[in-house]
């Protein structure tokens, strides 16, 4: 067997076992940038904040779903009316929309991350959102956590945030602008999941909106490096000998 197949079936050995999410926990507390920042120092992964991705688009009800470096973004379904849609766009609604200087605030929703920023993701009077999580790098991670503004604030909405594996939590009768902290621990490496966040009984236009939505990557285990690094001293002694 040559180096590189040597590495090959090392790195093969040495991977993390990934596998689907079926031991997932949600987390729910009350979001300020602080308990975000705590909650994120750990991740190596990527995060949007859609402060680029925003106005890069620009504001407004998108053509259809958005892609990002931590996955994909679309509605659940619905068609909204209500005034938040009529803002985002005129109505009415079947995407989801994104929110800037404009619309930051509008309705008790808008931007959570940065602490300073402008941009956020909103349903724009849909049903929900759901969050198809995938690192641009195909890298497996462990955890994701992002912020939620203005959810189930209408007397009788109901909304969930439910994901592969994890019994959903459940939201109602919160204050106009409430702020949201979603920690979603997956138990395994995966290098996918499924993220829903949405009002249930056919409820739209009780809109919501999502900022600061981070992925942590799992790395390669020391012991992996540990191996690489044996090996490419491997390589070095044999073409030491074939030069000799």
């Known amino acids: 067997m ?3 197949a040597h590495l090959a079936a090392a790195v093969a050995a040495t991977a993390l076992t990934v596998g689907a999410a079926q031991a997932s926990t949600i987390s729910v507390s009350a979001f300020d940038i602080g308990a975000w920042n705590t909650a994120t120092a750990a991740l190596l992964g990527a995060i949007e904040d859609f402060e680029t ?3 890069a688009i620009g504001e407004g009800e998108l053509s259809g779903v958005l892609a990002t470096s931590v996955g994909t973004f679309d509605t659940v379904g619905g068609i909204g009316s209500g005034s938040t849609c009529v803002a985002a766009g005129g109505g009415p609604c079947t995407t989801l929309s994104l929110f ?3 619309l930051n605030g509008f309705n008790g929703q808008g931007n959570l991350v940065p602490d300073n920023g402008e941009w956020s993701l909103n349903a724009a ?6 969050w198809n999580v995938a690192l641009e790098t195909g890298g497996a991670f462990n ?5 939620l503004r203005d959810i189930a604030d209408i007397p009788g909405t109901i909304a969930t945030v439910s994901s592969d594996g994890a019994t959903p939590v459940e939201f109602t009768g919160l204050l106009n ?3 949201q902290l979603i920690v979603i621990s997956f138990g395994t490496a995966v290098t996918s999941a ?3 966040i949405q009002n249930l009984n056919g409820f739209v236009n009780d809109s919501f ?3 600061g939505a981070a992925v942590g990557v799992v790395p390669l285990p020391a012991a992996g490096f540990l191996l690489l690094g044996g090996l490419g001293a491997l390589a070095a002694v044999r073409r030491r000998k074939q030069n000799a």
């Open 143 to 147: 955890k994701i956590v992002f912020g």
């Open 209 to 211: 909106s999502l900022d």
């Open 125 to 130: 009077d849909t049903l929900g959102i759901v």
């Open 2 to 4: 040559n180096i590189k």
């Open 100 to 102: 800037g200087p404009d």
């Open 53 to 55: 991705t925003g106005p």
């Open 177 to 179: 602008a409430n702020e």
């Open 194 to 196: 499924t993220v829903t």
